[in-house]
């Protein structure tokens, strides 16, 4: 059996430990950064190596998401482009229908919701056509709605004057079509009854102002003409006439208030809408 | 003792240019390490003397940033270590320069030891202890003796057990030493004499280590030549650049040698005197050499014969045969030696009791440097040494 004295593991010790001091001991060599190095190589290299998996794995995401996004916004294109299509079909019929129409009261009905059909229709036609998805220029659309109905109303003689001083104002569809429509009614009341000698001038403006108190902006729309003006007494009731009865509701559905005034200088008719 | 020729044995130095105007290399040797700020080590009498201010100067006209750090003492302590270690992180530097002598340089050792691993310097002792090596490490020393400039020790002084622990590791020696004699020529006279009796005791004790080699003799007894030969004439003209280039060159060979031979039972014994009462290494050294020579002597008298041979003055190539008497002949030449250096042969220090030699001779007994002493020591044996240097109460 072998033992080892406490002087024998004493002198081994001290063996080992002269090893060392003449540079033979174990890992006793000289000063080196490399290992260290090596390691911290090997740690930004594996850091790297994650972070360009990182990378990869977020592009690949992006262009799925850029996928899924062009996909959607073809999607809506052609729900936009079915819409107006529907409401040109639902106004061709209707024309179609006028021809065998012989009252002319019945016609002039009949008209009237083929106007406020294409009118819709002219809202998708917008978008369509600024290739937008969800909200159309609002003095574009204003622009573009009363043209087109000055020239339904066959009066070359009246005079249109636009002052739209509110670029980039947008508009989502839900708010566009009712404010589409409230503009249609006003406008063809202007166009029906504001010339009756088939002259004088039609102003559209569309502001942006703010309140005294609060200094919360809003947004007005006018129509003004130079025609005979009314008489409040003389006005149906809101519930007789369709189109006043669609201003109304409209409005209250945009949270919009309107007015029928005479314009200062107390000629003609002056329809205002604001809205925040 | 082994055969030193078929022994397994290894030899480490750092790269170093010596001469005059080798300091004016420190700006370009920075660069090559690429360090952005440098730690410049170094002591008040250094700075007094003109050669920190003129290495910093040299940095500033390369553009290269530093800053100074120079609270230390001759037996640098550890609590200064530790704060050159937090000025070094504060700093932010990433390199260390050191000017001056032993103190300084095993100063910025201990400073890049801690820099590079954290913890505290006393963690350190021993040997193949500093898992990350230190921060790349210039020396420019100023003193003929200590060769902390190309040595792989670092003494540093535990203030609390005031005891000199010893870090010895590859890993500190030196990256680069710029060895210019000139910067010597501003010792005095003890200075001078202190450290390069260091010199001389370090190549004797590498010379009759247990673990010489021919590479560490060829250093070795070449050291003893240039010593013997320079020393006493730059004692006599402080300003002979020759003297002191020979000084310089024997305390460069003693160091290579012993950095690789070790050293032997006068180190460990001067160690543990200069710790516990703050004495100067190389005056210790110079007053017990001779006695551990006597003890030592029946364990290598051929090696020691070739030592009192180069000590008379005569070349070892010209000695033939065993020198009859060696031992005394080496006392005598060192004696006069201490002579003509201006030393005497005792300690002047306050009466130390028994208990105080008993603790002395138990740290001696511990310390690495007793592992290649050529004759094993008991601790009467060093009692007795001891005596003979030091007055009794
Ligand atoms: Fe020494």
Known sequence: MRRSSPEHSEGSDAEAQRAKIIGLGAGSARKSYYPQLQEKIRDLESKQLTLMDTVRTLEERESELELLVEEKNLLLKEVHHRVKNNFQIIGSLLNLGLGSISSELEAAAFSRTKRRIDTMGMVYGQLLQADRFADVDLCELVTQLVNALYYDAGKPSVELAFDMSCPDLFLDVDRAIPLALIVSEAASNSFDHGFPDGRGRLRVSLKEGAREESGTLYHLVELCDDGPGFDIGGLPPPGSSLGLMLIDLLASQLKALYAFDTPPGGKGTRFSLFFI | ?393
């Open chain 2, 1 to 393: 003792m082994e055969n030193p020729l078929t022994a397994l044995r290894k030899f480490v130095a750092p790269e170093f240019i010596f001469g005059n105007g080798a300091l004016a290399k420190c700006a370009d040797y920075v660069r090559t390490f690429g360090a952005s700020k440098l730690l410049v080590v170094s002591d008040e009498g250094l700075v007094r003397a003109g050669w920190t201010p003129k290495v910093e100067g040299l940095f500033k006209g390369a553009g290269i940033d530093f800053a100074r750090f120079d609270g230390v003492s001759p037996n640098p302590r550890d609590g200064e270590v530790m704060d050159g270690a937090d000025f070094y992180r504060k700093q932010g530097c990433d390199m260390i320069v050191a000017v001056g002598g032993g103190s300084p340089m095993d100063c910025a050792k201990g400073i890049g030891v801690v820099a590079a691993n954290g913890g505290h310097v006393l963690d350190f002792e021993g040997v193949d202890n500093v898992p990350i090596p230190m921060p790349p490490l210039l020396c420019i020393p100023t003193t003929a003796g200590t060769a902390a400039d190309v040595s792989q020790f670092a003494i540093i002084l535990d203030s609390v057990r005031l005891n000199k622990i010893a870090i010895i590791s590859k890993g500190v020696v030196p990256d680069i030493s710029l060895i210019d004699p000139e910067t010597s020529c501003t010792m005095d006279a003890d200075l001078s004499a202190a450290t390069g009796m260091d010199a001389l005791t370090h190549a004797i004790e590498a010379y009759a280590s247990n673990a010489a080699s021919p590479i560490t003799d060829l250093n070795a007894l070449k050291a003893i030549e240039y010593l013997i030969t320079y020393l006493p004439q730059a004692l006599r003209s402080p300003y002979d650049t020759e003297a002191r280039a020979g000084v310089m060159m024997g305390s460069l060979l003693a160091g290579l040698a012993f950095s690789n031979a070790s050293l032997g039972l006068v180190h460990a014994m001067a160690h543990a005197l200069g710790g516990l009462l703050d004495l100067p290494h190389g005056l210790c050294n110079a007053l017990l050499l001779e006695h551990v020579i006597a003890f030592n002597y029946e364990a290598v008298p051929e090696r020691y014969d070739r030592v009192a041979s180069l000590l008379r003055g005569k070349p070892a190539e010209t000695t033939q045969g065993p020198f009859h008497g060696a031992s005394d002949a080496i006392a005598e030449a060192l004696f006069k030696l201490r002579r003509s250096l201006g030393l005497g042969d005792r300690l002047e220090a306050a009466p130390v009791s028994a208990a105080q030699l008993d603790e002395l001779a138990r740290r001696a007994l511990s310390d690495p440097c007793l592992l290649t002493n050529p004759r094993a020591a008991s601790g009467a044996d060093i009692v007795g040494i001891y005596a003979a240097i030091l007055p009794r109460a």
